[in-house]
């Protein structure tokens, strides 16, 4: 067996540069998932995993300027009623729901649509995948681009290009 070269933490060292920051408040770290979405203060987005991402975590991510995805470990009624709850509360623009790429997905991207998600996050543990292609396009052909699809999970520019 031929052994690949590979680094290590240890390996690795992050080179800071010189700086003119004089204050942590002159930073913004905020962003967009798109140029023409509402702005995110805090940039980070809490798992659509089922112990981490319900209503209660997905309102407190919009609280602080974040994104939570509602994960789709529930049956498709529970993950819309979630949901519509979020709708009376948080900006549909801030609204984010997972799907898989198999079975009912489309079912349920239909449902949380039509209870106020418009972000869908297509959560699969590998996405460089034909199922994730199926999907994309079939996601594609539903909603065109009334809905800002997350795409994931992928590891190389490869599979980012072929996604996108």
């Given at each position: 067996?031929?052994?690949?070269?590979?680094?290590?933490?240890?390996?690795?060292?992050?080179?800071?540069?010189?700086?003119?920051?004089?204050?942590?408040?002159?930073?913004?770290?905020?962003?967009?998932?798109?140029?023409?979405?509402?702005?995110?203060?805090?940039?980070?987005?809490a798992?659509?995993?089922?112990?981490?991402?319900?209503?209660d975590?997905?309102?407190?991510?919009a609280?602080?300027?974040?994104?939570?995805?509602?994960?789709?470990?529930?049956?498709?009624?529970?993950?819309?009623?979630?949901?519509?709850?979020?709708?009376?509360?948080?900006?549909?623009?801030?609204?984010?729901?997972?799907i898989?790429?198999?079975?009912?997905?489309?079912d349920?991207a239909?449902?949380?649509?039509e209870?106020?998600?418009?972000?869908?996050?297509?959560?699969?543990?590998?996405?460089?995948?034909?199922?994730m292609?199926?999907?994309?396009?079939?996601?594609?052909?539903e909603?065109?681009?009334?809905?800002h699809?997350?795409?994931?999970?992928?590891?190389t520019?490869?599979?980012?290009n072929?996604l996108?």
């Amino acid at each position: 067996m031929k052994l690949k070269e590979a680094l290590t933490y240890d390996d690795v060292l992050l080179s800071p540069q010189y700086s003119t920051i004089c204050s942590r408040q002159e930073i913004d770290i905020g962003n967009t998932l798109k140029h023409d979405q509402d702005w995110f203060d805090l940039p980070i987005i809490a798992s659509p995993m089922d112990t981490v991402t319900e209503g209660d975590m997905a309102y407190a991510m919009a609280q602080a300027g974040g994104l939570g995805g509602i994960h789709r470990y529930n049956d498709i009624e529970k993950q819309a009623r979630i949901v519509r709850d979020l709708y009376d509360v948080v900006p549909p623009t801030q609204i984010a729901a997972a799907i898989g790429v198999t079975g009912s997905f489309l079912d349920r991207a239909i449902a949380l649509w039509e209870n106020g998600a418009r972000i869908l996050c297509v959560d699969v543990a590998h996405g460089h995948h034909v199922l994730m292609k199926q999907a994309l396009e079939c996601l594609k052909g539903e909603f065109g681009k009334e809905v800002h699809i997350m795409a994931g999970n992928v590891a190389t520019l490869q599979a980012f290009n072929d996604l996108a």
